[in-house]
């Protein structure tokens, strides 16, 4: 039984490389070729930047996390806002998903503006510093990397 799944993997994957060849053959599908093309070029590009992003992010969420547990835990604030911070920044894998949202999302100042006004002002200047650096910077930098692998090809 298991060789005659193996022979049936091996017919499909026949049959894909010959639909490849297809595509490759027609000048129809030149433009879908010119793709392809350009996204396996640019494939390396790609991940060497998502490296470099998740490593910035997971970093700044693990120092916002510790930098906010003396405020999650301290008595003096209101429980709201303990509870919010708790909700964004409370824990490594919360403060992550909240740098995630920071970096992608476009509405940062959801996850910062209390953050600012309610526990330390001083948090404006890292999330400044952090929104310059990565959300534009960095942001512009990749996407010059993927036009000068595209218009290479």
Request: positive net charge.
């Amino acid at each position: 039984a298991s060789g005659s799944i193996q022979s049936m993997r091996i017919l499909r994957l026949l049959r894909l490389t010959r639909a490849l060849r297809v595509v490759r053959v027609m000048t129809t599908f030149s433009k879908l070729r010119i793709l392809l093309l350009t996204t396996a070029s640019s494939f390396m590009s790609l991940f060497w930047s998502m490296v470099l992003v998740c490593l910035i992010i997971y970093g700044s969420a693990l120092a916002l996390c510790q930098t906010l547990q003396t405020s999650v835990l301290d008595q003096d604030l209101p429980l709201d806002l303990r509870l919010w911070l708790f909700q964004w920044y409370g824990s490594g894998s919360r403060s992550l998903w909240t740098m995630f949202l920071v970096t992608f999302s476009g509405g940062w100042p959801n996850y910062v503006q209390r953050l600012i006004d309610e526990v330390h002002w001083t948090f404006s200047l890292i999330f400044v510093a952090y929104v310059w650096v990565v959300v534009f910077a960095i942001t512009r930098i990749i996407t010059a990397l993927f036009l000068k692998d595209t218009l290479q090809v």
